[in-house]
């Protein structure tokens, strides 16, 4: 009788078992730092939350004061808005000096909040105007004029 060489069967289908190569060397573990206790985990997860408030806090500060290096160096600032927009001017020290001197004191300067408030207006007045609009200057100066009518008319005391 002759004895052939069969492959093992699986168990669940008679099939013969696949041959797979032989598993690489186990490879030498790299040794483990001591586990951390529960006391250094909640210690570090503090930590972890302490450091991300500060962040965030800091990330809110910077939005809501964004113009920290001119602060230090001595600018004031001003701060408004309406419903849907927010302006803040800022100043040094040599432009508010300047308020309510020559040449051209206004007959309001210390009336306001912002010093030498006809300036700020005019820049923002003439910076406003949008640089692709290919305007000629009458055409600004009638702009400039219509807006400061309307302006005008918005400031007139009213009776409710």
């Known amino acids: 009788m002759q004895t052939t060489k069969t492959q093992p069967k699986n168990r669940l289908n008679n099939n013969p078992e696949p041959r797979y190569p032989a598993p690489p060397p186990a490879r030498r573990q790299p040794p483990r730092a001591p586990a951390a206790t529960e006391e250094t985990a909640r210690t570090l997860d503090r930590w972890a939350d302490e450091e991300l408030f500060e962040e965030d806090l800091r990330t ?6 964004p113009h920290r290096r001119e ?22 020290e ?40 290919d305007l000629t200057p009458e055409q600004r100066t009638a ?3 219509a807006l400061l009518r309307d302006l005008t008319h918005r400031l007139q005391p009213r009776t409710f």
Do not use: K
């Open 60 to 65: 809110v500060m910077q939005m809501m004061r």
């Open 71 to 92: 602060r230090l160096m001595g600018w004031s600032e001003y701060r408004t808005g309406g419903r849907h927009f927010r302006a803040t001017i800022s100043w040094d």
């Open 94 to 133: 040599t432009f508010a000096a300047d308020a309510s001197s020559q040449p051209d004191p206004q007959p309001c300067d210390d009336c306001f909040t912002i010093p030498n408030f006809a300036d700020v207006l005019e820049s923002l007045l003439i910076g406003s105007i949008r640089p692709d609009a």
């Open 143 to 145: 702009a400039y004029q």
